[in-house]
C-alpha cells in the first residue's frame, strides 16, 4: 500500500527539474476523476482525495487508475510527479 500527500504535492517548474513547487491539488485532480472518469472506483478515489487532510493510502488499482487518469487529463509536469512519487512508494 502506498501513500499520496495531493495537498502537498511536488511539481517540477520546469524540464530539466531543477526547480519544483508544493501545490495543492486535491480539488483540481479530485475533478477530474469525478467529471471525466467512469465507475465506482473513480467516484470513491475522487471523494477520498478531496476529503484527505493528508496521505491518502493508494492500493495497485488505484494507482493503475491515477496513471491513467493522468496520462490522458494532466500534464506532463504533473504525470512525472506522480510517477516519481508512485515509483519512491514501489522501491
Known amino acids: ?7 502537498q504535492f511536488a511539481l517540477f517548474m520546469d524540464i530539466a527539474k531543477t526547480r519544483e513547487q508544493v501545490s495543492d491539488v486535491r ?3 479530485a475533478n477530474i476523476l ?5 465507475g465506482i472506483r473513480a467516484h470513491d478515489l475522487a ?5 484527505s487532510n493528508g496521505a491518502v493510502e ?3 488499482e488505484d494507482s493503475a487508475l491515477l496513471r491513467s487518469v493522468a496520462a490522458r ?3 506532463p509536469a504533473f ?3 506522480l510517477e516519481g512519487q508512485l515509483k519512491d512508494k514501489e522501491e
Not at 500500500?1 to 495537498?7: G, S, Y
Open 73 to 75: 487529463y494532466c500534464t
Open 58 to 60: 493508494i492500493d495497485g
Open 27 to 29: 480539488e483540481a485532480f
Open 79 to 81: 504525470i512525472d510527479a
Open 1 to 7: 500500500m502506498k501513500t499520496i500527500n495531493f495537498m
Open 34 to 38: 469525478y467529471s471525466q472518469v467512469s
Open 47 to 51: 471523494f477520498k482525495i478531496y476529503r
